[in-house]
């Protein structure tokens, strides 16, 4: 007789389907095709061009939507800024009381819409009804909460105004609502593209809004491709862009949007890391791998799609994982009891082959099941790519699919270097049944969310978003919401014209002399040294006056690339306590305050400032240093409410190297407004003090070099200020910029940053005396958040 063990792994399981007669039913209503919902309407769906939405299981139509043209975009662009006038002036509580009934009225049709979900894109029931669709409802009801608190949590705040959100197809749903929820909360507006893939929810949330009465014009949906896009990230009547997709489009939005002001979060591509240590629990682990890479098919931009193996168990993991994947099911993504349904389209389907041939042609042993799979639809089996060269193809570029590839590792530190040598940064996973050294590799990985002994757990209450090329911004819990917030009333300062014509540039008139033995020029200060410019030459500081009052060294890009260099070496400033460094800038500030008369003079001298005005610039810069001092142990992270048994570590951490361009109208406050909240988070700072009145910066180099700042921490290059922004802005190894003058062309730094998609702060000219020029703002500016989710329990 057979053993029971043996009946339970030959089991044969009957077809489960999930029925889908609501959804086929509605699909039939809609047989003349979907218009565009636009000020809480739908367009004539005959109107226009249209184009086909398909069931990528069968291949069969499931609908006619609109394609969008740019008239479509600007008509629901008019008629998002309408409706902002009346929805940003609702109280929270108002606005709070439709994000409810939205969450509830998701719950109430969450069958329709996981089915629905289904047979648009592909992906198992049991995900759409298990994940996708409870995490929308989530998502609408904490951000329901967060517009109760707004007005108490985020004091001096208001909402962005219309937003424009583009999202990708792999979890269509999912990505509105992390889009239109913090968007709402806040008190903007919205125009939504979903992906061409996959409209049908999004058509189908329409429904809902107008069932919930949600006023008019507060969400449009147009529908089509990437035109239709590409018209809505142009629109002038946009003030924000949230974009979820491919890294090459999020690198044309940056580049499109370039100098328009607009605020702009990325959630790009990744390839992350899945490290398991040799102490793992395996089988875990296993199951671990099986969540990482083959939910959703592997089209999930976080997929734990490289496996980082300790040498030692690789063979072992392997052979266990090879005979796990014998028992996944693929097939029909109905079917309660799929595991990997089909992948979104034809055309993702022939990348994600064509990616696994170029891995076996590049030398990878390639391991597929030999499970049955579906002859008709785009489906794939299960693969896991081994003898991986850190270097392939497959090892390198997202594949977005079922497709894991595996390395192996020897040490913590090649572990460590193995996963963070990538140009993404989204996500990591760590196993290890060690937390002391889990907790290690995940302080030391350069990803925004990093799981230990999990994968793939998302949560409204905690923030998801990338590192590095992954993009910037994070969606989720309360720092997603500041993407859809801007501090202040939004009026320009008018304080700072008073110093008259303000020039990135040293005047096209000042002189530019060479350097020559009896040297009276104020040199460059690079990695703890004075250095001389590398261009040979100074060029003459005038006062308002027109009175020469020094010499400032004409720095180029040869002295940034220097700077750069030396900020390299000093990792240990992020790595330093925050007591440290806090006591470090309490010494700057003594010796800062010690010597303000020197201060005062320099400034009087260049600027023409009267001696108050000088005194009181000076005392701001000591008052906002000792602040600084203050709060570098004080910019906490937080441990967010996600799920049970979890902590769910918020942490701020510095970016790394921060490029940071000062302005011509504080020559000292400015720099120091701006250099001190980017060291105390742990940054290392090249700063571009005032082109035309930089010996207030160069001053204070002497400052720095008695004040036990570690070489490299912090640079000064003076010269001509749009040159050097530019050149910090196309620096692969400078991870986030402020430009902060104002006679440097924003859309310059801000095309020239899409090489390595750092973010660009064009902070304008704040009142530097004033309250708006310091605080948790310019701390939150200068850190990202790293969300690490541990676990317990047996
Ligand atoms: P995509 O980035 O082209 O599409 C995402 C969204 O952007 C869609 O709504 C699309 O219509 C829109 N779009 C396309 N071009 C645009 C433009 N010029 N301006 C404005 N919007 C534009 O991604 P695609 O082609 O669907 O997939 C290609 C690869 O991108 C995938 O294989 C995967 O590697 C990656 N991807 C990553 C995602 C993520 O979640 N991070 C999601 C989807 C794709
Ligand atoms: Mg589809």
Redesign the pocket.
């Known amino acids: 007789m057979a053993h029971i063990k043996d009946v339970l792994n030959s089991m044969d399981y009957g077809p489960a389907p999930e029925g889908n007669e609501h959804v086929v039913a509605w699909l039939e209503t809609h047989k003349a095709g979907f218009g565009h919902f636009i000020d809480g309407k739908f367009t004539d769906p005959g109107a226009g061009k249209s184009f086909k939405v398909t069931n990528p299981a069968d291949g069969k139509l499931l609908a006619r939507v609109a394609d969008g043209s740019a008239e479509d975009i600007d008509r629901a662009v008019s008629a998002a800024t309408r409706a902002f006038k009346s929805w940003s002036k609702l109280s929270g509580h108002q606005r709070a009381r439709y994000l409810y009934a939205i969450a509830r009225n998701v719950q109430k049709r969450d069958r329709f819409l996981a089915v629905l979900e289904t047979m648009d894109n592909g992906k198992p029931i049991r995900e759409t009804r298990d994940i996708d669709i409870p995490l929308v409802a989530r998502h609408f009801y904490h951000h329901a909460g967060w517009a109760e608190l707004l007005e108490s949590e985020f004091p001096g705040y208001r909402p962005v105004g219309v937003c424009g959100q583009?999202?990708?197809?792999?979890?269509p749903l999912l990505?509105l609502a992390w889009k239109i929820a913090p968007a709402l909360a806040a008190g903007n507006t919205v125009v939504l593209?979903?992906?061409?893939?996959t409209p049908l929810t999004a058509l189908a949330f329409a429904e809902i809004c107008r069932e919930v009465g949600l006023p008019a014009g507060v969400i449009n949906i147009v529908t089509?491709?990437?035109?239709?896009?590409?018209a809505?990230?142009a629109h002038e009547g946009v003030q924000k862009l949230a974009?979820?997709?491919?890294?090459?489009?999020?690198r044309?939005?940056r580049t499109?949007t370039a100098g328009s002001g607009k605020k702009l979060s990325l959630?790009?591509?990744?390839k992350s890391p899945f490290i398991v240590f040799d102490d793992a629990d395996i089988d875990s682990a296993v199951e671990g791998l099986v969540d990482a890479i083959w939910f959703n098919q592997g089209?999930?931009?976080c997929a734990g799609s490289r496996l980082l193996v300790q040498e030692g168990i690789a063979e072992k993991l392997y052979a266990k994982l090879r005979a796990r994947m014998e028992t996944l099911r693929v097939g029909s993504p109905l079917d309660k009891s799929t595991d990997i349904g089909a992948v979104v389209s034809t055309?993702?389907l022939e990348?994600i082959t064509s990616l696994v041939e170029k891995g076996r042609a590049e030398g990878a042993e390639v391991f597929q099941p030999s499970i049955a799979i579906p002859g008709t639809g785009t489906f794939f089996a299960p693969t896991l790519m081994t003898g991986v060269e850190p270097a392939s193809t497959v090892a390198v570029v997202?594949?977005?699919g079922p497709v894991l590839v595996a390395m192996t590792f020897r040490t913590p530190d090649e572990a460590v270097a193995l996963a963070n040598n990538t140009r993404f940064g989204?996500a990591a996973s760590v196993w290890s049944e060690n937390i002391s050294r889990s907790l290690d590799v995940a302080s030391r990985l350069k990803a925004g969310v990093i799981w230990i002994n999990a994968t793939n757990l998302f949560d409204a209450a905690a923030g998801f978003g990338g590192y590095r090329e992954s993009g910037f911004g994070r969606e989720g819990g309360r720092e997603g919401l500041f993407e859809y917030l801007v501090l202040g009333d939004g009026k320009p300062k008018g304080k700072t014209a008073a110093m008259g014509a303000l020039v990135a540039a040293p005047s096209a008139t000042a002189e530019i002399v060479a350097i020559d033995e009896v040297d009276r020029t104020a040199k460059l200060f690079i990695g703890g040294k004075q250095a001389r410019p590398d261009s040979g030459y100074s060029y003459a500081v005038t006062s308002s006056a027109g009175k020469q009052v020094g010499l400032a060294g004409l720095g180029n890009r040869k002295d940034i690339r220097n700077a750069v260099e030396a900020a390299g070496k000093a990792e240990g400033w992020g790595a330093a306590t925050a007591h440290n460094r806090a006591q470090i800038l309490y010494y700057l500030a003594e010796n800062l305050s010690s010597r303000s008369e020197e201060f005062e003079a320099r400034l009087r001298a260049m600027t023409g400032a009267s001696k108050r005005q000088a005194a009181e610039e000076v005392a701001a810069a000591v008052r906002r240093t000792f602040f600084y001092a203050g709060f570098a142990d004080k910019h906490d992270g937080a441990v967010h409410s996600t799920k049970s048994r979890h902590v769910t570590l918020a942490m701020n951490e510095p970016f790394g190297i921060m490029g940071v361009v000062c302005p011509d109208e504080a020559p000292l406050l400015g720099f120091v407004s701006l250099v001190m909240p980017a060291l105390a988070t742990g940054n290392r700072v090249v700063a571009v003090p005032s082109s035309r009145y930089p010996l207030a910066a160069t001053d204070f180099y002497q400052i720095v070099d008695t004040s036990d700042v570690p070489d490299g921490v912090l640079s000064i290059v003076t010269g001509n200020a749009a040159e050097l922004a530019k050149t910090l802005a196309d620096h692969d190894e400078v991870a986030a910029l402020w430009n902060f003058n104002s006679g440097v062309d924003a859309a310059l730094v801000d095309k020239a940053s899409s090489g390595n998609l750092k973010p660009v702060w064009n902070g304008g000219s704040p009142d530097w005396q004033g309250g708006d020029a310091q605080g948790r703002e310019y701390l939150r500016r200068a850190t990202q958040v790293k969300n690490i989710w541990v676990p317990y329990g047996e």
Do not use: H, Y
């Not at 089509?224 to 590409?230: H, K, L, M, N």
């Not at 974009?243 to 090459?248: A, K, L, M, N």
């Open positions: 583009i999202i990708p197809w792999n979890f990505m593209k979903p992906a061409e893939q089509g491709e990437g035109d239709t896009g590409a809505l990230v974009f979820t997709g491919s890294t090459d489009v999020g044309i939005i499109a959630e790009l591509g990744g089209e999930v931009c055309e993702q990348r997202e594949i977005f989204l």
